[in-house]
């Protein structure tokens, strides 16, 4: 039976790579995203596997949205790849706005898509984190983005221990420093911030990674690991 992926923020950089590479192992991959033309375009690469589902994860309708486009699907892969950085800015400039979209998108979307879909994943089914190392090393300026993928760094932990009986395993995984949009939107933002020379170096220097290069780390981790391999430890792209 052909299985099933299903990769939120499919449209442009690691998602667009992941869906481009699980359609070549003949999987059946929809994609989410906000962006119906960005979403075509990661389509074509694929017309047969890749099919584009239209939705703003960060909202609870848009989620229900996404369970009844997927009704009476069963569901293989789950990846929670969508995210945000942004606004990148200091302690006295942050809005509550703003540190709550970024947690909608980069904390809640995943739990709650999870929940969502929850009734809807296969036995044996995996779910993936795209992680990153914020959630681990402070950054001055990036409050917001940090604390959201330390939470989700969490809810991983937390539901690796709920799901110890229920044959559905989670997973979670670092990337790297990849050049993506979202990478040179912050290369490229007015914003100054320490850490800032050092992402402009590793560009000039063509030492970010490809994210056809770290999806290819994401999809052996789903593809070719034991569920104990898969879920043991959050894996890091290097």
Known sequence: MQKIAVITGGGTGLGQSLAKQLAEQNIIVYIIGRRTHKLLETQAFSPNHIIPITADISLPEERAKIKTKLNNIKIDYLIHNAATAFPIIPLEKISLEDFRHIIAINTEAPLFLTQCLLS?????????????????????NWIPYCTSKSALFMIYQCLKKEFQHKDIYIGSIDPG?????????????????????????????????????????????????????????EYVVN
């Open 120 to 140: 809807q994943l296969k036995k044996h089914a995996r779910i993936l984190h795209i992680s990153s190392d914020c959630a681990h090393y402070p950054l001055a």
């Open 177 to 233: 420093m990849m050049d993506t949009p979202m990478q040179r939107a912050i290369l490229d933002d007015l914003v100054i911030f320490p850490e800032k020379i050092s992402l402009a170096e590793l560009q000039k220097q063509n030492l970010l990674f490809s994210p056809d290069y770290s999806a290819k780390y994401c999809v052996n981790l789903l593809l070719n690991t034991t569920p104990e391999e898969f879920q043991t430890r």
